[in-house]
């Protein structure tokens, strides 16, 4: 069966859901409306079925994990544009009426070139994740944009929202939130009449620079072309996985609600992302649950392979991960690099991967962190461990 097709990756995404939860529902329904069945025999059904659900769902949560991050990252990339045409009812000055309700105007610093509009908003967090939410917009009026001006107006637009940084502090946040670290989108508005054509073919890329990690911190550059009547910025969304909300998703919103008034222009901008991975839009959703789960376990194969032929204190840094064997224990860590800070970002270790999952002692832990720090140390990088808590 040819449909569903990932170019629909939210269908896909919410089918999953419905036929792993479905197969669990539907024969309790079954049971439970058929008068014939004891109540005693329905209540063991009931249980059986809640037993073989959570058997499924633990021996498949690799696979369903995995499978539901890919369908949110296609989701995101077919939603997202290399540049949106603006709507026909697109106006300056309503944008710039709307960008004035905007939480409140600052005055801008005295940095050339000095921002039109400089709005600052701030609200406390609802997760554990930041110690507080801050929302900047920047806007410029520019008659003639090349990559010098969009440079100067970019490092003026961080420079001003650095300023603000920190500016309302929020009360009766719990002890978890104190030492989280600020959550700030700045969105950097630039109206330019007219843009350099050998910019115009390269802004996309440049928009999508220096963008911060997305998570916590985000600075999304926003061209208005009024010659061309596009609009070019960093459209890809974050998926949110049921932890954090990217800030840089904030961000994307700020600009669909004051500049497109709440709704993008799909229908009308075919200038789509390059698609993940090689991934054919036009895939089945069955296909890809199949293909999903045979490279899973060729994976599994491998990377049992890869463990059993390592020794007692090998390390191999290989496509951001960290391969570590410790005794006749594996571990596999994911790793970002950093270039810029020069500074390893290393997944929180809490459990073994090979041969069983299991929790790693405290003790160990520390060793092992050890032996991390030394090895990227001697790559010249700095280690730095994620944690959840």
């Known amino acids: 069966m040819n449909f569903p097709r990932l170019k629909n990756a939210l269908l896909c995404r919410i089918l999953v859901y419905v036929i792993v939860l479905g197969a669990f529902i539907a024969p309790i329904i079954i049971v ?203 459209s890809m969304r974050i998926p949110c996985m049921g932890f954090q909300y990217p800030v840089k998703n904030r961000g994307i919103k700020i600009i669909r609600q004051y500049l497109f008034n709440n709704r993008f222009s799909f229908a009308d901008s075919p200038d789509t992302l390059d698609s993940i991975n090689d991934i054919d839009p036009e895939q089945s959703l069955w296909l890809f649950w199949k293909t999903m789960k045979k490279e899973l376990v060729s994976y599994d194969k491998n990377e049992k392979k890869r463990f059993e032929k390592m020794k007692h204190g090998d390390i191999v840094f290989e496509d951001g991960y960290i391969y570590l064997k410790w005794e006749e224990h594996g571990l596999l860590i994911s790793v970002e690099l950093n270039e810029e800070l020069k500074t390893a970002e290393i997944d929180f270790i809490d459990y073994w991967d090979y041969p069983k999952s299991h929790k790693i002692a405290k003790a160990t832990i520390k060793e092992i962190k050890n032996m991390v720090n030394t090895y990227f140390a001697g790559i010249g990088y700095t280690a730095k461990y994620i944690s959840y808590e």
């Open 32 to 234: 439970v409306n058929l008068k014939f069945i004891p109540d005693t025999v329905k209540v063991l059904v009931g249980i059986g079925l809640a037993v073989g659900f959570l058997y499924y769902i633990l021996k498949n949560s690799a696979l369903l994990m995995g499978m539901d991050a890919g369908l949110a990252i296609l989701h995101c990339n077919y939603t997202a544009r290399k540049r949106f045409v603006l709507p026909q009812s697109f106006s300056i000055q309503k944008v710039e009426k709307r960008i004035g309700r905007f939480g409140q105007k600052y005055e801008p610093t005295a940095i050339f070139p000095r921002p039109e509009t400089l709005q600052y908003k701030s609200h406390a967090p609802i997760m554990i994740y930041s110690s507080g939410i801050e929302k900047i917009i920047v806007t410029y009026h520019i008659d003639f944009l090349d990559k010098n001006q969009y440079h100067l107006i970019v490092n003026s637009a961080t420079a001003n929202s650095k300023a603000l940084k920190g500016k309302k502090k929020h009360r009766f946040l719990y002890k978890s939130q104190k030492s989280s670290p600020l959550n700030r989108v700045t969105v950097i508005v630039i109206f330019a009449k007219q843009v350099d054509e050998k910019l115009r073919d390269s802004l996309f890329d440049m928009v999508c620079k220096n963008g911060g990690d997305g998570l916590d911190t985000a600075i999304l550059p926003c061209v208005i072309d009024t010659e061309k009547q596009i609009c070019t910025f960093d």
